[in-house]
């Protein structure tokens, strides 16, 4: 894959009901499995009923991924922060790293948190005319932590 085939999105949304620890695995099961086939890796944070996922590969394989993301329903809400061609990917070791809440230390808590303001459709317009949220998800990705 070339640099400028490389895709990347981000987005959040709330689950319709708070998910058992077992729903999660079977989330990540089959993402796993049609990642692996699709070329995507990424990253999924769940944290009291909300998720922030990124997902990245190729264009066409990304954008069938989040549609049938925006379709599934078990959740609603979903609200595009980032999507964008890529120069590397940030997750290339991962098929699809999973990372719950309460692994995440202060500064990487208090990212996802911030993530969450993103919700009110007034601050989305405002900050999607300035850049605001690329500069944001980008600096949650450069200081992120893995396990």
Request: positive net charge.
């Amino acid at each position: 894959m070339t640099a400028a085939s490389l895709y990347r999105l981000a987005y959040i949304s709330s689950s319709i009901y708070l998910l058992p620890q077992e729903d999660l695995k079977n989330i990540l099961a089959v993402s796993r499995r049609n990642n692996a086939t699709d070329g995507i890796t990424g990253l999924l944070l769940y944290h009291d009923g909300n998720f922030f996922q990124i997902l990245e590969g190729p264009k066409d394989a990304v954008l069938a991924c989040y549609r049938r993301i925006e379709n599934d329903p078990r959740h609603k809400g979903c609200i595009t922060l980032i999507s964008e061609e890529a120069r590397n990917r940030r997750f290339a070791d991962w098929d699809m790293a999973y990372v719950p809440f309460s692994k995440l230390d202060s500064r990487g808590r208090q990212g996802f948190l911030d993530l969450q303001g993103f919700r009110d459709t007034a601050k989305m317009r405002e900050v999607k005319a300035n850049d605001e949220v690329r500069v944001f998800v980008n600096t949650f990705l450069d200081t992120f932590r893995y396990l």
